[in-house]
């Protein structure tokens, strides 16, 4: 190998894993925004009152 291809290898390399670094860094922050929306969901979700009596008509 010579030097232009040693510093292109380099350069591919570098690129890769800038790509992956800012792929995992979306994936993190929509698993964020995906855990906060269900614990929304869920503290919407507590109601004692709700699921306690079942009104039941023949």
Same mark, same amino acid.
């Given at each position: 190998?010579? =030097?232009?291809? =040693?510093? =292109?290898?380099? #350069?591919?390399?570098?690129?890769? +894993?800038?790509? #992956?670094?800012?792929?995992?860094?979306?994936? @993190?922050?929509?698993?964020?925004?995906?855990?906060? +929306?269900?614990?929304?969901?869920?503290? @919407?979700?507590? +109601?004692? +009152?709700?699921? #306690?009596? =079942?009104?039941?008509?023949?």
């Amino acid at each position: 190998m010579d =030097i232009s291809e =040693i510093s =292109i290898s380099l #350069s591919q390399t570098s690129l890769m +894993n800038a790509v #992956s670094t800012a792929v995992l860094s979306m994936s @993190l922050d929509t698993a964020e925004a995906a855990g906060e +929306n269900m614990i929304k969901m869920m503290e @919407l979700s507590v +109601n004692p +009152n709700v699921g #306690s009596n =079942i009104d039941v008509s023949v």
